[in-house]
């Protein structure tokens, strides 16, 4: 018996919201939330600060890498008492280099996503105040309408209130 209930509730749902005054009276938009993001200033200077804190970690691990090369040439010139304690030394430094590694790499993503987090509650904060100035309804990301009128886009008015919105600081 529910199940007969609920098929004709959402039969008449789907009527209903498919009669011409109702589709009259609703007010739908997209927005290529994907574009918005990659345009905002904020994620290109984001992305500057991680490229640049990624390449100061590459050049530490450089220097990590010549000192452990320095004690490989050093290892051959040593004799076989002295080469144990020195080989010792040399697996310690390669387990240092990994684990720096490693450690680098969960930092770089750790700041990554949680910037793409911040920047995404962004954006929607932006959809949210840019959707209820205009009076839509309904907004979409453009990634999930398979055909779309350019007259309901818009991409431009979120990017523009972002845009105004980001204080460089």
Same mark, same amino acid.
């Given at each position: 018996?529910?199940?007969?209930?609920?098929?004709?509730?959402?039969?008449?749902?789907?009527?209903?919201?498919?009669?011409?005054?109702?589709?009259?009276?609703?007010?739908?938009?997209?927005?290529?939330? /994907?574009?918005?993001?990659?345009?905002?200033?904020?994620? @290109? +200077? !984001?992305?500057?600060?991680?490229?640049?804190?990624?390449?100061?970690? *590459?050049?530490?691990?450089?220097?990590?890498?010549?000192?452990?090369?320095?004690?490989?040439? *050093?290892?051959?010139?040593?004799?076989?008492?002295?080469?144990?304690?020195?080989?010792?030394?040399?697996?310690?430094?390669?387990?240092?280099?990994?684990?720096?590694?490693?450690?680098?790499?969960? !930092?770089?993503?750790?700041?990554? /996503? @949680?910037?793409?987090? *911040?920047?995404?509650?962004?954006?929607?904060?932006?959809?949210?105040?840019?959707? *209820?100035?205009?009076?839509? +309804?309904?907004?979409?990301?453009?990634?999930?309408?398979?055909?779309? @009128?350019?007259?309901? /886009?818009?991409?431009?008015?979120?990017?523009?209130?972002?845009? @105004?919105?980001?204080?460089?600081?």
């Amino acid at each position: 018996m529910k199940k007969i209930v609920s098929a004709l509730f959402f039969a008449g749902l789907i009527t209903w919201l498919a009669s011409p005054a109702v589709a009259v009276e609703m007010k739908i938009a997209y927005v290529a939330v /994907d574009e918005v993001f990659d345009n905002y200033q904020k994620t @290109k +200077d !984001q992305d500057l600060v991680l490229k640049t804190a990624g390449e100061a970690k *590459e050049r530490e691990r450089n220097e990590m890498m010549n000192a452990l090369r320095a004690m490989e040439d *050093e290892l051959a010139l040593l004799s076989a008492d002295s080469r144990a304690k020195k080989q010792e030394q040399l697996i310690e430094k390669k387990r240092q280099i990994e684990d720096f590694d490693r450690t680098v790499r969960q !930092q770089l993503a750790e700041q990554r /996503d @949680k910037t793409v987090r *911040e920047i995404f509650e962004e954006i929607d904060s932006v959809v949210q105040v840019v959707c *209820e100035r205009g009076g839509y +309804d309904l907004v979409f990301n453009k990634r999930v309408l398979l055909f779309q @009128k350019s007259d309901f /886009d818009i991409t431009s008015q979120v990017s523009a209130e972002l845009a @105004k919105r980001y204080k460089k600081a």
